[in-house]
């Protein structure tokens, strides 16, 4: 089992977040990775700063040495495909092959009416990922100029050099829960994917990820299942779980056993949720300001457990 962290770029400046990577790294987490907001993003100061996420993953990536990172996830609408699998071939050049690429179809419409980016339907949003993967994975995975030409994106005799250092490309996550959209493109295109909840919010959705894998005719044990979840600080855990098992209506005693902050067991006990459901990273997400007593008691009192 794999442990990561995803340190939402907002609200701090940029001496304590690469601070932040450097004691993740020397904690012994696996990974981190950043957000792909232009805005502050669930928080109640949305006014505040809020780093562009691709960029400061390049300098991030110079200064550490072992993590696995990305953004989780990047919005698809925000850059021209050809230009992200740029960037991300860029980055995964400097961290000596350590990029995480992941993507989604985009989900904030205030964000992108903010900045004048069109923000069209579900359907088309989804369209345009699924032809957004087409084009970056044709880009990764040939030697000479490459032309495409989609309804939505287009090439023509583009050249791309240099390769990215992870052949035959940087392990490609799709984030996203739709089950008739999102997961048949995580079955066609993505080595993982990612979902947001808990272990058992997650289980029906891997059952339709696995009818996807079958109906493409691709084997589902070859995408990693990953599961982004909450790391709740301690000063507000008790009020949370009070508050939350109320809303799932269930017991605070399995909301305690499902959620990832508190004592040592109950942390052990949501992790052994995804374990069984067969998942193989679990992302905490977190907010600032980081708390860092949860994060380093996750650290040498949960994760061992699962080595």
Avoid at 121 to 130: H, N, T, V
Wanted: with cysteine.
């Amino acid at each position: 089992m794999r442990f990561s962290v995803q340190t939402g770029q907002q609200n701090i400046e940029w001496g304590e977040l690469s601070e932040a990577w450097q004691r993740l790294e020397a904690l012994g987490y696996d990974g981190a990775w950043t957000i792909d907001h232009f805005l502050p993003t669930g928080t109640r100061d949305t006014e505040g700063p809020c780093m562009d996420g691709w960029v400061v993953l390049a300098a991030l990536a110079a200064e550490t040495e072992r993590l696995r990172f990305g953004t989780l996830v990047t919005g698809n609408l925000f850059r021209n495909p050809a230009l992200l699998a740029k960037t991300a071939t860029t980055i995964d050049q400097i961290s000596g092959g350590r990029l995480e690429f992941g993507i989604g179809a985009g989900n904030n419409p205030l964000e992108h009416a903010a900045y004048g980016w069109p923000f069209p339907s579900a359907r088309e949003r989804l369209d345009r990922l699924d032809e957004a993967l087409q084009l970056i994975r044709l880009l990764w995975s040939e030697e000479e100029e490459v032309s495409f030409e989609g309804e939505y994106y287009t090439l023509s005799q583009a050249p791309f050099r240099p390769p990215p250092v992870q052949r035959p490309h940087p392990p490609i996550l799709v984030g996203g829960a739709g089950e008739r959209r999102t997961l048949n493109i995580v079955a066609r295109h993505a080595d993982a994917w990612n979902g947001v909840g808990t272990a058992a919010d997650l289980a029906p959705k891997v059952e339709v990820l696995k009818q996807h894998c079958n109906d493409v005719g691709r084997r589902f044990e070859e995408i990693r299942l990953t599961g982004g979840t909450p790391l709740i600080p301690d000063a507000i855990y008790e009020r949370w779980t009070e508050r939350t098992a109320g809303r799932r209506g269930i017991s605070v005693e399995e909301q305690r056993a499902q959620t990832i902050g508190g004592p040592a067991e109950s942390m052990q006990a949501a992790v052994q949720g995804y374990v069984d459901g067969g998942f193989d990273e679990v992302i905490l997400m977190m907010n600032t300001p980081y708390d860092w007593p949860a994060i380093e008691r996750f650290a040498s009192e949960v994760a061992p457990a699962f080595r």
